[in-house]
């Protein structure tokens, strides 16, 4: 069964870092592209980074770019997010997401979710 587990998420003052992981099982993971998607308390999900199969193109929401950075790496099955320049609006519960499908823009649809880990920036 395909799994996406994430963890490093915590709680950080503003202008601090974390670095959130994806563990990845049950699917060929070199294969796909993922992403990072965040949803704030009642708010819809935003797509904040996507990575390509073999981790040579990124892409980023404007809200996180230059702040944020996507990874991954193939032979350990994991996904990356390093956070720095954290800012309130950052708080989230943030999923990995296994994308199945690329469009130009580039947009991106999703067939698998982790489970969330929260981030919480606040002094």
């Known amino acids: 069964q395909v799994q996406l587990v994430e963890s490093g998420g915590g709680l950080v003052q503003p202008g601090g870092s974390l670095r959130l992981s994806c563990a990845a099982s049950?699917?060929?993971?070199?294969?796909?592209?993922l992403s990072w998607v965040r949803q704030a308390p009642g708010k819809g999900r935003q797509w904040v980074s996507a990575?390509?199969?073999?981790?040579?193109?990124?892409y980023y929401a404007d809200s996180v770019k230059g702040r944020f950075t996507i990874s991954r790496d193939n032979a350990k099955h994991t996904l990356i997010l390093q956070m720095n320049s954290l800012k309130p609006e950052d708080t989230a519960v943030y999923y990995c997401a296994r994308v199945s499908r690329v469009s130009s823009g580039p947009t991106f649809e999703y067939d698998y979710w982790g489970q969330g880990t929260q981030v919480t920036v606040s002094s």
């Open positions: 049950g699917f060929t993971f070199e294969n796909y592209w």
């Open positions: 990575i390509n199969s073999g981790g040579s193109s990124t």
